[in-house]
Nanobody, 125 residues
Framework: VQLVESGGGLVQAGGSLRLSCAASGFTFDDYGIGWFRQAPGKEREGVSC????????YYADSVKGRFTISRDNARNTAYLQMNSLKPEDTAVYYCAALSTDWGGLTCHAWPDDYWGQGTQVTVSS
């Protein structure tokens, strides 16, 4: 089982990045996908999740209207389009394959869910 994030980097405030999460080793369609982030000294937070079934999405209030999650089941890949980035978006971003389908109500991953290694996003002011 492998989840590999890519697309992170350094961007100025107001800029955009598109993160990708390439999955292998499991049936991608059977899992919801979540994007999580952790900034230094802060707890990990759920940024956005998309369900396995009907593509229902959830966004944290802090990213609503700026981030868009999507998935391409044919490519076993999920994406997080991040626009209007702010310095407070700076964090390591992780994707996870979610064993629980939250149906858009929340965005939570269990420790035993599949996790990627993370990609750094840095937004300069």
């Amino acid at each position: 089982v492998q989840l590999v994030e890519s697309g992170g980097g350094l961007v100025q405030a107001g800029g955009s990045l598109r993160l990708s999460c390439a999955a292998s080793g499991f049936t991608f369609d059977d899992y919801g996908i979540g994007w999580f982030r952790q900034a230094p000294g802060k707890e990990r937070e759920g940024v956005s999740c998309i369900s396995r079934s009907d593509g229902t999405t959830y966004y944290a209030d802090s990213v609503k209207g700026r981030f868009t999650i999507s998935r391409d089941n044919a490519r076993n890949t999920a994406y997080l389009q991040m626009n209007s980035l702010k310095p407070e978006d700076t964090a390591v971003y992780y994707c996870a394959a979610l064993s629980t389908d939250w149906g858009g109500l929340t965005c939570h991953a269990w420790p035993d869910d599949y996790w990627g290694q993370g990609t750094q996003v840095t937004v300069s002011s």
